[in-house]
Every structure is written in C-alpha cells, then in structure tokens.
C-alpha cells in the first residue's frame, strides 16, 4: 500500500474532527500491502526429499471477510506428494492456523471461529492449477493477521511432506486472495520461490547410439544421476570407462566430472571391426557403477550411426519446467539427443516468447553436431481432433498468424492475454491443416495422445506422416494399431512431452506423466536438416519408450517407411537391438497381430522360474493410469528370490508380507510392471492372487482409494501345475488393455541382437496395399516399434 493512495492523516484529522477509531489503525494499515504478503524462510530443497515447510500469510490491508477463502497454488505438472487433511500422523498431512496480531487501543479482535483448509488438485487456472484452499469460518480476519500453512506438518508425529522429484529452478508458490467473499480472486503479489536442486549420485548412466558403422567415431555420455533420475549437479571427480567383450577390452579411459554445472562426461570412440563392446562407468572412489551398455558396430551398415530424437520438448515459456536454453542444453548435453523439437503449446505461448525460443532455434542448431526444430503444440479438445504437433522444418514459421494473417492457435488462453474471452482460432483441426497445406515438404504433423488425445476420424496424409506412439504419458500401441487399421500411411514415433525438464528418455516422477519419456529413431544418411527432414518425412523411424534400443525392417532396398510394389512373395528382415534382452518380438498387420515370438520359451523354460506381470490402462484419456495394489499368496512352494522389473521409481514396490505372500504397488500407463520370481517348486505349488485397481481422485484424501468403477479388485487362483502345461496364463481386465499374467521364464538371459526374415505371400487388403510393421518388448518392459513397410501386391 502506497501513502498516496489515501488521505493522509493530517487530512483526516482536519475534514472529520472528533470521531472514534482504533488508535494508530491508519498508520499501521498504510504499512501493509493491500493484499498482504505471503512469505517461507525455505530457499533451497533436495528433489524428492520430506520436509516440513511453512508458509506464513501476513494478512494485508483489505482484512478478509466471512466466507472469503485464500488459495496457495503451484503448477499442475508438480508431482509434490499429495496433501491430507484427515491424519496428522501420516504423510503429507496438510494444517492451516490462525494467528492473531495484538489489537490496537480501541481496536476490537477479529472473530473468525476457525479456518478449513482442503486440497485439489484442479482448485485454480492452468498452469498454477494444484491449489491449497483455505476457507474462513464463522467471522473476518484483521490486517496483520497471520495465516500459517504447514506442508508436511510434523507436529503429531508425522514424516513431513514428499517434495516433487525433479529438479526446477525457482519453483513457485502463487498466492490469490478473495478479499470480501465474492470468489473472485486477485494474485498476491511476490510469489514464494524455492529451487529444487537434485540429491546425492546415487547411480551411473550410460548413452550411446547402440549401433554405429565401424570405423566411424561416435558419441558417449555417462551422466551421475540421484535417486530420482535427475542428473547431479557441481559433483566433481573422475568416472574410469571401460569396454570389453569375449576376445578384447578397450584402452580405459579416465574421464573428469566438472566442478561445477551437470555431472556429466563426454567422451567419442571407435569401432573397427564388426563387433558389441559393453561399456561400464565407474565413479572413482565410490562404488556407484553403470549397468553393462552394448554398442553394436556394423560395416556394413549404410548410415553413419543410429540418430535419436526428441520431437516433444516444452519449457517453462508454456508449461515445462526451467528455461528453453536449459531444456535444449540438457537434451543436447546430458540426453545425447541428435535432434530435439521444441513445442510450445498453441493456446498458452505469447507472440515475443515464441519468436525468442525461435530465435533460440536457430541458433543452437550446428548441422552435423545437434538439430533443434520449432514447433507448436496445437491444442484442441479430442472432439474437434485432439493434440497434433507442428514441426517447422523449414525457415518458415507461420505462427501465431497464416499466410493470411489470422489466427492459427487453436485458441488463446494464458496469463498474459489482454482480454478475458476465450475465442476460436484455428478450430477445429480442419483449419490446422489449411494453414499448412500450402507447403507440406516443411512441415511435420504428428496426432499424439497427451491431455487431449487426437482422434483419428482426421487425417491428413500429406502433412501427418508420423505417430506418437508414447511418451511421459504412457505406451499406446492401440493407438499405432488404429491408425493402421484405418489405411492411414503413417510411420512410427514416441517423444517426451517432457514437462519435467529432462528431455530424451527422461525417467518419470509420480503422478501424471508416470513413464519415461519416448525418443524416435532415425535413419539418415547425415544430421544434416536436408536429410533428417527427409527421414522423417518418409517415415525413416522407429520409437523406443526412452531407451537408445534399434529395430530395423526391411525388404531388398526397401526400409521401414518405404512402399514397395510387388507381384509374388516378400521376404521382410528385421534385426532388434537392445539393452537388457528382448522377451518377445511380434509383427503387426492392419488386422492385427500377424505373427509371434516368445523368446522366454525358444530359449527353454526353468523348473521352476516365473513372472507376475500387470499393466495397461483404465481409459485412454489424461487420466488414464491404473493403480495396482495387491498381494500373491503361495502354498506348497516358498520363495526362494524375487525381482521386480518396470518399477519407475522408488515410491513403487514389491516386499515380502511374510514367508509365504509377496505385497506390490505400482502404477501403469500402458506400460507393465512385473515380479521374476524364483520358486523351490512350481509343479505342487497354488496361488492366490487378490488386487485392488484404483484410479485418479481430483479432490479428496490420498489416503482414501478411488477405486476403479469397472474392476475395482480382481481375484484369482491357479496352480503351478496349470501354469506348466500353457506357459502363460492371462487374465484380461477391460479398460485400455488392462491385464495381469502370469508367465514361465527361462533360466537363459534373453538376447540383445535378435534378427529374423519371414515371406508374405500375395494377398487383398481392404486398402490397397499391406502394412506390416515389427514390436518388440525387453524383460525391463522398454519397447520398441518400427514404422511399417507398405507393400502393395499387383493383380
């Protein structure tokens, strides 16, 4: 509050005369901002550790009325653990109290009877959209006054608050205020902020292209990385590399960590010879080590190197986390991504920033070392045709206006605009693809499933000529299969949609983006823009769920993406590289599965070796994830070892619940999670498996489930001997391929090169042409597919 604002004392005093008031009151109000001040001693916290924080409102010169409420707001891509109000005692408990300031002479005490605090997680405007409510009951609150509001209060006993996983340079707390009990909210002005910096190492990874043409250099990076997958920061010290394989090691290499800035060492090598070299780092001095890494060199291979893209990259200009340059830093630096694409979404960019992180673009970009391409995030809801990305691949950037000067957002609504009216631009997707129509070789659509899932009823082929098969989001393999089946001629890409600020395969917090995030694959002569461009254009891809994995098809001259015309039978190769072997490898047609191998059983099953796997999804909308809590009970066997496999991080767990019961909780999103389990004897043994599936909740307690209206729990019994004679004992649950299955393995670790050739006789489509694309999935759930070959078969 300003003095000139109000008149001042002396006038006061001489237009009023004698009058009754508080002593001191105007003096006192004029030092307080009208609507007051929201404050936090905390400047600095660990990613995903527990604390207790403490915001204190300082009440300000307005009071509040009876019935007005304050909301303390963050934004909706957090993950901070969720708060309760209903156990002191339990995580995340959740307090508001009042403190009172000391009247003034003459001054009468404020009356509020008490304060309600509540917590929902959609309580205010995107993107400050996860809110904590207060509520003033029963009477009005005096300037100067203090509200206090404890994250995490640890008072009863309590372990505090879980603070979000990843790494964000100034997180913000916002805070708005209803004054007078209208719910119409005015910002508090100074935001509370907090950096949140990442823990300790707690583990070494490993990037490589995974497969090379020899006797051609080529990249690695080995990052330090804490619990959460943030990679650590001024760690210094030295990483030993090493590289061997069955008839030769590497020279070892010591490589230095910077003092300062992202734990992170570069380093190239070279192949010669036809060959796969695993790498391991070490933290010198400590007894972190990377999982083995293969690198595959090939001569005969017609590219330099397999390249990896990221074509899904926000930042904090629309609603990611930290800056562009940080985001496009940590993807070039830390990911090891060859290409990155920056995607601003369409409704919530202004004009100056988007032109900024164009400019940004361009300049990061140094062909033969690291592409960045703009792009937009068109943002219409799924029944106007759903999320589809721009990528500018040319020098032309028709954004936020056409060639015609009007409006290609899908609409406009952030903090910025000028006016409050929510108005149509380029919608529905129709008119997204009339504003790019008029040049189609310099732009890149791909529909993908986020928020607003895109709808395939719309199709454009000459603009949408790739998929997003997955991201942050989840896998979504039926929505590959859709477009497939549909005639669509499109290739195969997954991306991050990366919120979180770690681009290129970035590991998942909790909550909404419960996955690592996807890269694509590209097959291209150069990183130059003219070939990448190309690539892309013609479907040159593959996607992975995150991992540098490979999956290659081809037929004679023809690779993935290619039409090919033929007037006998086909012969299709493929190859599959990966990282921690492969557990089956499928091939797809627009009528679905086309043929299957399950490498577990080629391999040859244990006695005695199982799998308990779950996974899919509740819905195919943004909140799509399935909570799995359950138990497995053996008798006339025991557990001899166990190990979980497609956990995402460390709040996700199996434990033992005693001798003869094994206790899971995860989450899926498309992807699986699983329990490799060693028995003592598997033909006498009887299961018994119960699970409880629950689901998103908007507003209530955490502590309390949301069960799963359509298969809340799911009961099951079967015996070891069942088990022997099928293999695989499945149980499909609904939902978005909802599942649980139960599954023999083999003794024998899964091969990471596997490669095979299968004929396609002459046969009718329903389109003209055929399809057929490869899957493949690891033990560790990561996933591979490649965009198809379409062949069409004369006569």
């Known amino acids: ?311 899904h990259v926000h930042s904090n200009n629309t609603v990611g986390t930290n800056s562009t340059e940080y985001n496009f830093a940590y993807g070039r630096d830390v990911a090891g991504l060859d290409v990155l694409g920056y995607t601003a979404n369409d409704f919530n960019i202004t004009e100056e920033r988007w032109k900024q992180d164009v400019k940004l673009c361009r300049e990061v970009t140094q062909e033969g070392e690291f592409l960045c391409y703009p792009g937009t995030e068109w943002c219409g809801n799924s029944a106007a045709g759903g999320d589809r990305n721009v990528v500018f691949l040319g020098d032309e950037v028709l954004f936020p206006y056409d060639r015609q000067g009007k409006l290609v957002r899908s609409f406009e609504w952030n903090e910025d605009m000028k006016g409050k009216q929510l108005l149509p631009g380029a919608w529905p997707v129709d008119k997204l693809y009339a504003a790019y129509i008029h040049n189609p070789e310099q732009h890149l659509l791909i529909p993908h499933i986020g928020g607003r899932r895109a709808i395939l009823d719309w199709h454009h082929p000459k603009l949408e000529r790739l998929i997003e098969i997955g991201s942050a989001w989840g896998h979504f393999p039926w929505f590959y299969q859709d477009a497939i089946s549909r005639g669509y001629k499109v290739g195969v890409s997954a991306n991050g949609d990366e919120h979180r600020g770690r681009c290129g395969g970035g590991v998942p917090g909790t909550a909404v983006f419960g996955v690592n995030g996807g890269v694509t694959g590209i097959i291209s002569p150069s990183l130059t823009k003219l070939d990448i461009n190309h690539a892309l254009r013609s479907r040159h891809t593959w996607a992975t769920t995150g991992d540098r994995l490979v999956a290659l098809l081809w037929s004679g001259s023809h690779i993935q993406g290619d039409e090919l015309t033929a007037s006998g039978a086909v012969t299709l190769h493929y190859r599959l590289l990966g990282t921690s072997g492969w557990d089956e490898i499928a091939a797809y047609t627009h009528n679905g599965l086309l043929w299957h191998r399950n490498l577990q059983s080629e391999a040859g099953y244990a006695a005695n070796k199982i799998r308990l796997r779950w996974g899919g999804s509740r819905i195919k909308d943004r909140y799509r994830w399935a909570e799995w809590r359950g138990t497995l009970e053996f008798s006339n066997t025991l557990v001899q070892s166990y190990q979980p496999h497609g956990l995402e991080h460390p709040e996700e767990y199996v434990r033992r619940d005693g001798p003869l019961k094994l206790e899971f909780s995860s989450d899926t999103y498309g992807d699986s999670d699983a329990i490799e389990i060693e028995l003592s004897d598997l033909l006498h043994a009887h299961f018994e498996l119960h699970v409880e599936i629950g689901s998103y909740m908007k507003v209530g307690s955490p502590l309390r489930r949301n069960p799963y209206i359509h298969c809340p729990e799911f009961s099951w019994e079967f015996s070891g001997k069942d088990l022997i004679n099928k293999g695989i004992l499945r149980q499909e649950l609904g939902g978005a391929e909802l599942f649980i299955a139960v599954e023999r393995l083999s003794a024998t670790p899964m091969p990471r090169d596997v490669s095979g050739s299968f004929i396609l006789e002459p046969q009718s489509s329903p389109h003209g042409f055929l399809p057929i694309y490869i899957s493949g999935r690891q033990v560790d759930d990561s996933k591979v597919w490649t965009s198809p070959v379409f062949i069409t078969f004369e006569n």
């Not at 009754?20 to 105007?26: I, M, N, R, V």
């Not at 650590?232 to 910077?258: A, F, K, M, V, Y």
């Open 1 to 311: 509050m300003t003095q000139e604002n109000y008149i001042s004392n002396e006038n006061l005093d001489s237009l009023l005369g004698e009058y009754a008031h508080p002593q001191g009151y105007l003096e006192y109000v004029n030092t307080l901002p009208f609507l007051g001040r929201l404050h936090c001693s905390t400047r600095q916290i660990e990613a995903g550790s527990w604390q207790e924080i403490l915001l204190d409102y300082e009440v300000g010169a307005s009071g509040i009325a009876d019935g007005a409420w304050i909301k303390v707001t963050f934004k909706f891509y957090s993950d901070w653990g969720l708060f309760q109000t209903e156990d002191p005692k339990a995580a995340n408990y959740l307090s508001a109290e009042y403190q009172a300031r000391s009247p003034l002479p003459g001054e009468s005490p404020a009356t509020v009877q008490s304060l309600k605090v509540r917590f929902d997680q959609k309580g205010h405007e995107r993107p400050y959209q996860k809110a904590i409510i207060v509520d003033i009951v029963d009477g009005y609150i005096k300037p100067g006054d203090h509200i206090l509001i404890r994250l995490g209060d640890r008072r009863a006993g309590g372990p505090g608050t879980r603070v979000q996983t990843f790494v964000e340079q100034g997180f913000r707390f916002r805070a708005y205020i209803d004054p007078v009990g209208t719910s119409r909210f005015a910002e508090i002005p100074g935001d509370v902020v907090i950096d949140i910096v990442p823990g300790p190492p707690a583990k070494l990874a490993i990037v490589t292209p995974r497969l090379v043409k020899a006797g051609i250099s080529f990249p690695v990076i080995i990052r330090s990385e804490d619990v959460w997958g943030n990679t650590c920061w001024g760690l210094g010290g030295q990483l030993q590399l090493t590289g061997h394989n069955s008839s030769r090691s590497l020279q070892e290499q010591l490589l230095d960590l910077p003092e300062q800035g992202w734990a992170v060492a570069k380093t190239t090598l070279t192949l010669d010879a036809d060959e796969e070299i695993i790498l391991q780092a070490t933290l010198i001095g400590t007894n972190l080590q990377s999982p083995p890494t293969p690198i595959t060199a090939d001569s005969n291979l017609a590219y330099p190197r397999a390249f990896f893209a990221d074509l």
